[in-house]
């Protein structure tokens, strides 16, 4: 890499990430809305640009880490109120990769218009949360061309351990999508067991030591448990703190619905799920790992 890297987006993912690439000895160029997640790249090593469109200039590669769909088409390709996109002003055949966890149709509309002006674009959502995200060692699920996905793995490589291309433009998304709504409902079936073994009078580390070792397992028990105590390591055990909040699991729920509707398949499981975590964010948890639906189990009962 010649040139520097454009970074937009410096929030609880964003920030750790650009570090990392900085650590790494890479010319980091980082923007954000937010003048303190600049202070803290600043000290992280990163050089603060002006504008979007300053970190941006020159680069060869450009990330963002945005929270929605909204936001990263307002970024690229205009909010349609007179703020141009960025896309006109990039250097040609710049790899432009979108970290964001967003709606297939926006990953596809930005990926599209880039290609029209001659650059490139891999949607590459994330998993490993902020953990993940400090640590280096986040599973990127990349969706556009082969190349551009071998193109990008070097940078990808600092961020993360687990890299996937898990098909054309728009399949990253899809791919996150899949394995969120199911991540949701092991952790809605997990709370589910424990509260009633629990109200049964079992011991939460004892039915969760059975069920690890028998066909009720899954990564919600045997990794991020959802009782507390039970896990040392796990949101669970810190008041359910640090962790992935419910309001971000209710988004990627919202977009698992609105792919399952775009395809026309079933997702009865999804749909309760998300009504689960809906509700329970609307009781004020919002903030809190989405584990703690387990206190939404415990209440009920
Ligand atoms: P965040 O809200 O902490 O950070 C987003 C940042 O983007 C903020 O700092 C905001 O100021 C900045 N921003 C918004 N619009 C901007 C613009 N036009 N120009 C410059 N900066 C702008 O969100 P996050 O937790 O870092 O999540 C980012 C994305 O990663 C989301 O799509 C989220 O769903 C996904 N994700 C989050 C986690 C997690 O555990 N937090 C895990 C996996 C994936």
Redesign the pocket.
């Known amino acids: 890499m010649t040139t520097g890297i454009g970074f937009?987006?410096?929030?609880?993912?964003?920030?750790p990430m650009a570090a990392n690439l900085a650590k790494a000895g890479l010319r980091v160029q980082v923007?954000?809305?937010?003048p303190d997640?600049l202070i803290a790249a600043r000290q992280a090593g990163c050089h603060c640009a002006a504008s979007?469109a300053e970190a941006v200039a020159g680069c060869e590669l450009v990330i963002s880490?945005?929270?929605?769909g909204e936001?990263v088409v307002?970024?690229w390709l205009g909010d349609g109120s007179g703020n141009g996109g960025l896309l006109p002003v990039l250097a040609p055949n710049t790899l432009i990769i979108d970290?964001?966890?967003?709606d297939v149709a926006s990953a596809r509309a930005v990926g599209q218009a880039a290609r029209v002006l001659g650059h490139r674009f891999i949607d590459a959502?994330?998993?490993?949360?902020?953990a993940g995200?400090v640590a280096g060692s986040l599973t990127f699920i990349v969706g556009g061309e082969a190349a551009d996905f071998e193109s990008a793995r070097p940078v990808l490589g600092h961020m993360g351990q687990n890299l996937f291309h898990a098909g054309p433009l728009g399949a990253g998304q899809i791919a996150k999508m899949c394995n969120n709504m199911l991540l949701a409902i092991h952790m809605a079936g997990t709370a589910e067991a424990l509260a009633l073994g629990v109200k049964e009078g079992l011991d939460a580390t004892v039915l969760s030591g059975i069920m690890a070792k028998s066909s009720g397992n899954n990564w919600s028990l045997e990794r991020y448990n959802p009782w507390p105590g039970v896990m040392e390591s796990a949101p669970a055990s810190r008041g359910y703190s640090g962790?992935?909040?419910t309001r971000?699991m209710v988004?990627?729920l919202g977009l698992a619905m609105g792919l399952a509707e775009h395809a026309h398949s079933a997702v009865p499981m999804g749909a309760l799920a998300r009504n689960l975590f809906n509700l329970h964010a609307s009781r004020g948890e919002g903030e809190r790992d989405f584990s703690s639906i387990i206190n939404l189990y415990r209440e009920m009962t």
């Open positions: 937009i987006g410096l929030g609880n993912m964003g920030g923007f954000d809305l937010l997640h979007a880490m945005l929270p929605a936001h307002g970024l970290c964001s966890t967003i959502p994330v998993s490993g949360g902020v995200a962790g992935f909040m971000l988004k990627d």
